[in-house]
């Protein structure tokens, strides 16, 4: 059964860092396109970042560029998402999703307040 399982998320004051990982197991991993996505609270599931399977291209969203940096370890079966600068409007449920599959992970929440 596939699992993605999150860890990382917390606290953390504004201008702040965090790197979330998301371990990934029972599928084929170094070909499968992973992404981030975050849910706030009263608001619609948004795509944070996106990376490809073989050439590892990256994509993200306009409201976290230059700030997040989404990456992949395939010999750990790991896809990371490493956030500085946070800020309020950050605070949010992030989710790893499996884009062949179509599978989430149970997600980790970030809150950045002071």
């Known amino acids: 059964q596939v699992r993605l399982v999150e860890s990382g998320g917390g606290l953390v004051q504004p201008g702040g860092s965090l790197r979330l990982s998301c371990a990934a197991s029972?599928?084929?991993?170094?070909?499968?396109?992973m992404s981030w996505y975050r849910q706030a609270p009263g608001k619609e599931r948004e795509l944070v970042a996106h990376?490809?399977?073989?050439?590892?291209?990256?994509n993200y969203a306009d409201s976290v560029k230059g700030r997040f940096t989404i990456s992949r370890d395939n010999a750990k079966n790991t896809v990371y998402l490493q956030m500085n600068f946070l800020k309020p409007e950050d605070t949010a449920v992030y989710y790893c999703?499996?884009?062949?599959?179509?599978?989430w992970g149970q997600g980790t929440q970030v809150t950045v307040s002071s």
């Open positions: 999703y499996l884009v062949r599959l179509s599978y």
């Open positions: 029972k599928f084929t991993f170094s070909s499968s396109a």
């Open positions: 990376i490809s399977s073989t050439t590892g291209i990256t």
